[in-house]
């Protein structure tokens, strides 16, 4: 394989395309934002950067916290809606028709159409140039019932996540093995496998 070396770029895919609601006041928002993910398992901390022009910026800066609802291909045309339109221009709950319910800990909007919901309050913001990132611990996490089976397992598999990868927005494809598999005796591997059908 030859490579051509590119200068330094944003080029890591994919990404999950998330939808962040956040509120301060009466004023409530969602955008998307790509630049997100787990730094810390316990306890458990995510991050999200966001350019300081965004309205949302504004709002979990005065708020302190946001929900990073987890997208879907039903949300799909929302997820882009929410990334090229300001909350400064419309209300685009409003417009999408998007429901939105309290989150548990920290009183924040969150979808009610996202299957995973996850509660952050800002512990630190870092200006990294173009954006600032919001360092926060997940404080809850709220999944859709209905998608736990029969022993309660959360099946996220059946939640028909998206992704993006270079500008465009993905449905996740096959199902290639899960955590451990590599290393895994072929009969568990596959047992396993058979589980998730
Ligand atoms: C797929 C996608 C990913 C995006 N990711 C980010 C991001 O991580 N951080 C950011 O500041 N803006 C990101 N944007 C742009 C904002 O979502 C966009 O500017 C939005 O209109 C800001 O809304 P607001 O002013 O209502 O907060 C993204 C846009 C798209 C379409």
Not at 2 to 11: D, E, F, N, P, V
Not at 52 to 58: A, K, M, Q, V
Not at 64 to 91: K, Q
Not at 128 to 146: K, N, Q, R, W, Y
Request: charged share 25%; aromatic share 8%.
């Amino acid at each position: 394989m030859g490579k051509i070396a590119w200068k330094g770029g944003a080029l890591l895919a994919p990404v999950p395309p998330t939808l962040v609601t956040s509120q301060s006041d009466e004023r409530r928002n969602v955008f998307t934002a790509a630049w997100t993910g787990i730094i810390n398992t316990i306890p458990p901390k995510t991050y999200i950067s966001v350019r300081p022009s965004r309205l949302s910026y504004e709002l979990i800066a005065k708020s302190g916290g946001f929900v990073v609802n987890l997208p879907t291909e039903r949300l799909a045309r929302a997820v882009d809606f929410c990334g090229v339109r300001s909350g400064r221009d419309l209300d685009k709950f409003e417009a999408l028709g998007l429901r939105t319910e309290p989150s548990p800990v920290l009183g924040l909007p969150m979808l009610c159409d996202s299957p995973v919901c996850l509660e952050c309050r800002v512990f630190e913001t870092m200006p990294l140039g173009s954006h600032d990132m919001f360092l926060a611990d997940i404080v809850g996490v709220c999944v859709d019932d209905a998608l736990l089976d029969a022993a309660g397992r959360l099946r996220l598999d059946r939640a028909g996540l998206l992704a993006y990868a270079h500008g465009g927005y993905y449905a996740l494809g096959r199902y290639l093995g899960r955590f451990g598999f590599s290393v895994m005796k072929k009969k568990t591997a596959k047992k396993k496998a058979g589980n998730r059908k």
